[in-house]
C-alpha cells in the first residue's frame, strides 16, 4: 500500500500551500472531480492501472484513453452492505481536462538531491457556472520512483497531444500493439519526405503543411498552452472560424509526372524543377491550403486529411480552398468527419504535385498585438504562422516544398484497405 503524508493536497489557486484535508469524507469531493456522467467506457483501453493514495484512502486507479478513474480499496465484509458499496462510488476525471502534471516532492534543507519523491500531481480545469474555468489539483501519492515515473511519462505523453499523424498512416490506427507488431514483423514501409525552404534557405523535413485556417488556428492555440491540448485547439478552431479571413497569395505548382520513374526523380529532381514551362500558377484569395505527402489519417478524419494520396508514390496532394462564406466554409470542414467526399465545393480545387510555392501578398496593415489571429513581428519585419506536422512554423516570405520520393524506411504497412472509400 502507498504510503505518504496522509491528507496533504496542494491548491493551485492558493499559491501551491499544503494544508491539512478535512475529515475522510471530504478529503476528495466528487463535486470538484466527477461530473454528471462518465464518459463512454465500454471498449476503452486501459492504458495503466496501479495503487496511489487519493485523499485518506488507498485507491485502485485506471487510466485510460479517456478517463482517469478511482476507486477506494475496501476490505470484503462477509455480509452486503450498502454503506460500504457507497463509499466505494467510482470516480474519475476526463483526460481533457488536465492540462498539466509535475512530480510531487517534499524539500529539506539538509538534503542535496531533488528531494523526497511524494507521487505525481495533476493540475485540472474545471467548468464552473457562466462557462468561468477554475484551476484545482490532484495528487497521486506513491513512494516508488520507478512507479511513478511510469505513469509521468504516460501522462506527459497525452498531455503532449495526438499530432503524429505519420504513425496513424502507417498502421491505420495509432495503436502501440499495431505498431509493435509491423516491427517484430519485419515490416518495412519506404516513406516520402518533404523539405520545406524560404528564399533558398532550408526550414526542416515535414510530412504535411497548412498555411491560412490551419496555420492561423494552431499559432492561436499554442497562446493557451495552460489549457488541454482538446480544449485549446477546440478553443482556437471556434475563434479562428469567428474571425475567418482569407490570405491574398500566389501558389505555384509542378503537377506530378507519373510516368517519371521514382528513383530517376529522386536523383534528377532538382534538375528537373528548373524547366519553368512546367510550372503552373493560381492566385487570389484563399481562406486555406493544405500540401500533403502522406494521407494524413487522424481521429477527425477517418479517411485523412488527403485521402487521394499515398505514403510513397512519389507525389503530394495540393488542396487549395478559396474564399467563400463561413457557413460554407464549416461545411467543408464537417466533411472530414464523414466518409463523404470534403472536396466536392466548388471553391475547393485540388492538385497531384511533386514542388509547390506559397508566396504570401499580404497588404494588410503592421500586426496589432491585440489581435491574435493577424499576421507576426519578427525582427525582420511581419511573418505568417505554417502548421508544419502539428507545428508552428513562423515565416515571413515564400515557403518552397519539394517531395523525395521515399527517403526514409520506417515499419509499417500498406493501408489502402483500411481507407474507406
Same mark, same amino acid.
Given at each position: 500500500?502507498? =504510503? ?23 478529503? /476528495?469531493?466528487? /463535486?470538484?472531480?466527477?461530473?454528471g456522467q462518465q464518459p463512454e467506457a465500454a471498449a476503452e483501453q486501459i492504458l495503466l492501472r496501479g495503487i496511489f493514495e487519493i485523499g485518506r484512502d488507498s485507491c485502485d ?7 482517469? +478513474? ?6 470484503e465484509r462477509p455480509t452486503g452492505d450498502s454503506k460500504c458499496d457507497f463509499l466505494r462510488k467510482e470516480e474519475f476525471i476526463e483526460l481533457k481536462d488536465i492540462f ?8 529539506? *534543507? =539538509? !538534503? ?17 457556472? !457562466? ?57 518495412? !514501409?519506404? &516513406? ?13 523535413? #515535414?510530412?504535411?503543411?497548412?498555411? #491560412? ?8 492555440? $499554442? ?11 477546440? @478553443? ?6 469567428? +474571425? ?5 497569395? %500566389? ?8 510516368? !517519371? ?27 486555406? *491550403? ?44 464537417? =466533411?472530414?468527419?464523414? &466518409? ?6 466548388? @471553391? /475547393? $480545387? ?23 489571429? #493577424? ?22 516570405? %515564400? *515557403?518552397?516544398?519539394? &517531395? ?7 515499419? #509499417? ?9
Amino acid at each position: 500500500m502507498p =504510503r505518504g503524508r496522509r491528507g496533504s493536497r496542494v491548491s493551485a489557486l492558493e499559491g501551491g500551500r499544503e494544508e491539512e484535508a478535512p475529515p475522510a469524507a471530504d478529503a /476528495v469531493p466528487s /463535486v470538484l472531480w466527477a461530473s454528471g456522467q462518465q464518459p463512454e467506457a465500454a471498449a476503452e483501453q486501459i492504458l495503466l492501472r496501479g495503487i496511489f493514495e487519493i485523499g485518506r484512502d488507498s485507491c485502485d486507479v485506471v487510466l485510460s484513453e479517456r478517463a482517469l +478513474k478511482w476507486q477506494p480499496i475496501q476490505p470484503e465484509r462477509p455480509t452486503g452492505d450498502s454503506k460500504c458499496d457507497f463509499l466505494r462510488k467510482e470516480e474519475f476525471i476526463e483526460l481533457k481536462d488536465i492540462f498539466s502534471v509535475k512530480l510531487k516532492r517534499r524539500y529539506s *534543507v =539538509r !538534503q542535496q538531491n531533488c528531494g523526497t519523491l511524494l507521487g505525481i500531481t495533476l493540475f485540472i480545469c474545471l467548468r464552473k457556472e !457562466q462557462n468561468k474555468l477554475k484551476d484545482s489539483t490532484l495528487d497521486l501519492i506513491n513512494f516508488s520512483e520507478d512507479h511513478c515515473d511510469t505513469w509521468f511519462r504516460q501522462f506527459q505523453k497525452i498531455l503532449a497531444g495526438s499530432t503524429n499523424v505519420l504513425a496513424h498512416s502507417l498502421h491505420g490506427i495509432p495503436h502501440v500493439v499495431t505498431a509493435t507488431l509491423h516491427i517484430i514483423m519485419g515490416h518495412i !514501409q519506404p &516513406v516520402d519526405v518533404c523539405t520545406f525552404s524560404t528564399t533558398g534557405k532550408f526550414i526542416r523535413f #515535414g510530412f504535411s503543411a497548412m498555411f #491560412g485556417f490551419g496555420g492561423r488556428a494552431l499559432a492561436l492555440a $499554442e497562446k493557451y498552452r495552460w489549457m488541454s491540448p482538446n480544449q485549446r485547439m477546440d @478553443f482556437a478552431i471556434i475563434k479562428t472560424l469567428a +474571425k475567418l479571413k482569407p490570405e491574398d497569395c %500566389e501558389i505555384a505548382f509542378l503537377p506530378f509526372n507519373s510516368s !517519371q520513374d521514382l528513383e530517376e526523380r529522386s536523383t534528377e529532381g532538382s534538375r528537373k524543377s528548373d524547366c519553368n514551362d512546367q510550372w503552373q500558377m493560381t492566385q487570389g484569395q484563399f481562406l486555406n *491550403v493544405s500540401i500533403m505527402a502522406i494521407p494524413c489519417l487522424c481521429s477527425v478524419a477517418p479517411r485523412g486529411l488527403a485521402p487521394n494520396t499515398r505514403l510513397n508514390n512519389g507525389s503530394m496532394a495540393l488542396i487549395i480552398t478559396r474564399n467563400t462564406s463561413r457557413s460554407e466554409f464549416i461545411k467543408h470542414l464537417k =466533411r472530414y468527419t464523414s &466518409v463523404k467526399n470534403q472536396f466536392n465545393f466548388p @471553391f /475547393v $480545387e485540388t492538385y497531384t504535385v511533386a514542388e509547390v510555392k506559397v508566396h504570401p501578398r499580404s497588404n494588410s496593415s503592421r500586426h496589432n498585438p491585440e489581435e491574435e489571429d #493577424g499576421p507576426y513581428e519578427t525582427t525582420s519585419g511581419k511573418s505568417f504562422p505554417w502548421n508544419i506536422d502539428g507545428d508552428l512554423m513562423e515565416v515571413a516570405s %515564400e *515557403v518552397h516544398v519539394r &517531395v523525395h520520393p521515399r527517403l526514409i524506411n520506417l515499419y #509499417g504497412g500498406r493501408i489502402e484497405e483500411m481507407i474507406p472509400k
